[in-house]
């Protein structure tokens, strides 16, 4: 039986990336998670980042195409076969679990998630395996619990089989007291910051990225003392 994602929403998946709300957003929040990366690698290469439930290789690509060097691994044999296609040799993609990633401790400059922790049955053990593999920082991006967009897509999972199962929606704060949670076990040292973006007043909010209604939220652990910005003090 495939695990993760079926082969029918893999197909659908790629497609919301080319709708007109799917390029406006991704569009937003690669703006965010660029911002919480920080400057890409000065040459090709010499950064390198995990893209934990890399889906169909969105993610990878653009990473791939900002200079890092880009791994990416999938539990869904679909998503990992889609990935492969699209990315050809620009990126690794490799089928795995992200509860046991099959790399040594701090193997990755950044590790990175997006939309993947609502979908894990144990979120705590995902954030765990992240924090050990990567050295620099771990990012992970969710769809904000409490925005309009995180509501729209519970009632729609409610409503109707999307064929995603009934993933969870974190809060800005519920998501920061995981990731301290799990910091606080992993004996490496961090700071937390986050961003949010996509939101339906977005040319009002564009002075506080923080603001906590926002539909797209990622929050940045900066591993050992590798703080890039600002600090958790609305995370809640
Ligand atoms: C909502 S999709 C996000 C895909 C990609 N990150 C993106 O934003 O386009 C969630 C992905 O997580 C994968 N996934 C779910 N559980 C997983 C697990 N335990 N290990 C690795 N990948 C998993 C699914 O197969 C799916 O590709």
């Given at each position: 039986m495939t695990q993760g994602f079926?082969?029918?929403?893999?197909?659908?998946?790629?497609?919301?990336?080319?709708?007109?709300?799917?390029?406006?957003?991704?569009?937003?929040?690669?703006?965010?998670?660029?911002?919480?990366?920080?400057?890409?690698?000065?040459?090709?290469?010499?950064?390198?980042?995990?893209?934990?439930?890399?889906?169909?290789?969105?993610?990878?690509?653009?990473?791939?195409?900002?200079?890092?060097?880009?791994?990416?691994?999938?539990?869904?044999?679909?998503?990992?076969?889609?990935?492969?296609?699209?990315?050809?040799?620009?990126?690794?993609?490799?089928?795995?679990?992200?509860?046991?990633?099959?790399?040594?401790?701090?193997?990755?400059?950044?590790?990175?998630?997006?939309t993947l922790l609502g979908f894990v049955d144990k979120p705590e053990v995902v954030l765990a395996e992240a924090v050990r593999v990567a050295r620099n920082s771990v990012i992970a991006g969710v769809v904000n619990g409490q925005s309009v967009l995180g509501i729209w897509y519970k009632l729609k999972g409610i409503l109707r089989k999307a064929g995603y199962g009934r993933p969870h929606f974190y809060t800005p704060g519920e998501l920061a007291r995981l990731v301290r949670q799990v910091l606080a076990a992993s004996g490496k040292s961090a700071e937390i910051s986050w961003r949010g973006a996509i939101c339906l007043r977005q040319l009002l909010w564009r002075k506080s990225a923080r603001c906590p209604f926002r539909g797209f939220i990622a929050m940045r652990a900066d591993l050992d003392g590798h703080q890039l910005?600002?600090?958790?003090?609305d995370a809640g």
């Open positions: 079926s082969e029918e929403v893999a197909q659908r998946y790629d497609r919301w990336y080319q709708t007109p709300f799917g390029r406006w957003a991704d569009g937003l929040e690669k703006a965010l998670v660029a911002e919480l990366l920080g400057p890409p690698p000065a040459e090709p290469g010499k950064r390198s980042i995990l893209d934990i439930g890399c889906g169909t290789g969105q993610w990878e690509l653009w990473l791939a195409e900002m200079g890092y060097e880009v791994t990416g691994i999938d539990i869904s044999e679909s998503m990992v076969a889609k990935a492969r296609a699209k990315l050809g040799d620009r990126a690794k993609v490799e089928l795995m679990s992200a509860t046991e990633l099959d790399f040594p401790d701090n193997s990755f400059d950044h590790a990175l998630m997006v910005t600002g600090s958790d003090e």
